[in-house]
């Protein structure tokens, strides 16, 4: 299996860089980003976020970050989405997915996500996700997650 390091975007700091070139099928009959797009490119940012703290999907799923329930595993589901599209992308552009934690809560942790080309700023989101078991029962973060996801003082 080839290593590609930079495929998952890179952390800096307390925030994670996920580039993402725009294609055809990323926008409408004009050559605009479709909105639909944005929030796919999101979750692209807040996966490949987590999978580079240490916290990937999978793992989760098996039950690798403690405080399984009765064998189950845990997996992150999206609770609210606020997002403002401020400018539009075009076919060929390169956008940068700016992921960063604002808040970590009992079960819940809220991100907020930056759709940006260069400087400029194109879209911005808010994304509340919740902590679950498979069944789909709310949990507590555990603390190994919660340190993983703490952003550096």
Avoid at 105 to 110: K, L, P, T
Avoid at 121 to 139: D, N, S
């Amino acid at each position: 299996m080839t290593n590609w390091p930079d495929l998952s975007g890179r952390l800096e700091g307390d925030r994670h860089i996920l580039p993402v070139r725009i294609y055809f099928e990323d926008t409408d009959f004009s050559g605009v980003v479709y909105h639909g797009s944005y929030v796919r490119f999101m979750e692209r940012g807040r996966t490949d976020f987590l999978r580079l703290t240490g916290v990937g999907h999978d793992a989760l799923a098996r039950g690798e970050h403690g405080e399984e329930v009765a064998g189950e595993g845990l997996a992150f589901t999206v609770r609210r989405m606020g997002i403002e599209f401020l400018k539009p992308a075009r076919i060929d552009d390169v956008v940068e997915i700016v992921t960063s934690v604002k808040e970590l809560g009992g079960a819940r942790i809220v991100l907020s996500q930056i759709v940006r080309r260069g400087a400029e700023t194109l879209a911005t989101a808010e994304v509340t996700v919740a902590l679950v078991t498979m069944q789909g029962q709310p949990r507590r973060l555990p603390d190994q997650l919660r340190a993983r996801l703490t952003p550096p003082a």
